[in-house]
């Protein structure tokens, strides 16, 4: 409950965060006067959830949780990827964050590598060398210059036949729309289809740079944001320093409210890579939180929620 001490953080006109030192952040977006602090909450719904710093209360009808990337690509065994972060963190999806969201109304989008032969045309360099060129040595705390070497595969190319749990499976063109290897991974790709025939379906747009919300690509995701008058995110994938670090920086940039859910993403890069999202997540761009503080907020919130 927003309580006397709250002070108004933002524009007070029409765009503005509550702080009060004993309840934390209030980033419902309520309509509170600011010249009344005083005031009684806002009847709309709202879920309180524990952060590295402050708690913090939003509300669910105007969140949404994005999925990053969570494609056969980075995850499948098939492309040869060992159990390992992202995995965990798809775990923790399924078993938390996509209940907890279902049962408060919170939106699940996912942003993924999609891309078309018209955007291919016009892909920056950068992209193609970190797709195609790999670095050694291996560990990036050393000291010695990188030497670097191009793969035999690279974006928009046939990658040809896999191994598919037993079945040879045609994996496509590399990150490019429609393909087997840029579809959502096996069990995210059968929640996706279970909640088409319910009230509140998973959505996915495609992205064609390491960001979702960067300026050039991403007009049908904000268009689809603005539509449902979104104004906080949670963000989930891989990789936590690369892919889910840009989308989070761009969309805090364009004025949404981040958080990010650290247990619900994963990387492959050293840790300290992973420990500087983190940090900066919470000191510049939001709060750090977890799919278990979601779905904790979500529990205690039930009363509220489910209020006629």
């Known amino acids: 409950m927003v309580g006397d001490a709250a ?11 509550l702080f009060n030192p004993s309840t934390g952040w209030d980033l419902s977006h309520a309509t509170i006067p600011p010249d009344s602090p005083s005031s ?11 952060t590295t710093t402050a708690p913090i209360t939003i509300n669910p009808e105007k969140t949404a949780l994005i999925v990053i990337d969570m494609q056969n690509f980075f995850l499948s065994p098939a492309m040869g990827r060992t159990r390992g972060p992202g995995h965990t963190a798809e775990n923790v999806l399924l078993s938390m964050a996509f209940p907890a969201a279902n049962e408060a109304g919170i939106r699940i989008i996912h942003a993924t590598w999609g ?17 195609a060129y790999r670095q050694s040595p291996a560990d990036d705390s050393s000291n010695e210059m ?3 070497k191009r793969g035999p595969i690279y974006i928009g190319r046939d990658m040809g036949t896999v191994n598919n749990d037993g079945s040879s ?19 995210l790709q059968k929640a996706f289809d279970d909640s088409q025939s319910t009230a509140m379906p998973q959505t996915r747009f495609h992205k064609n740079r390491i960001s979702g919300f960067w300026a050039g690509g991403s007009k049908d995701l904000l268009d689809h944001l603005s539509q449902h008058k979104i104004t906080t995110l949670m963000f989930t994938g891989v990789n936590t320093d690369q892919c889910v670090l840009a989308s989070l920086q761009d969309a805090c940039n364009l004025g949404f409210d981040t958080i990010l ?10 840790d300290y890579a992973r420990q ?14 977890s799919c278990k503080d979601l779905a904790d907020g979500v529990e205690k919130a039930k ?4 209020r006629v």
Do not use: Y
């Open 7 to 17: 002070d108004v953080v933002g524009n007070a006109d029409d765009n503005f965060w």
């Open 40 to 50: 009684k909450p806002p009847t709309s719904k709202r879920i309180t959830l524990a």
């Open 115 to 131: 891309i078309t032969d018209e955007e291919l045309a016009i892909l920056p360099p950068v992209l193609f060398r970190g797709f």
């Open 146 to 148: 990188f030497t670097e």
């Open 169 to 187: 499976t045609e994996a496509g063109r590399m990150l490019m729309r429609d393909q087997w290897n840029t579809a959502l991974h096996d069990r």
């Open 261 to 270: 859910l650290r247990d619900g993403c994963g990387t492959a890069s050293p």
């Open 276 to 289: 500087m999202v983190e940090f900066n997540a919470r000191k510049a761009w939001g709060f750090v939180s």
């Open 303 to 306: 009363p509220s929620l489910f």
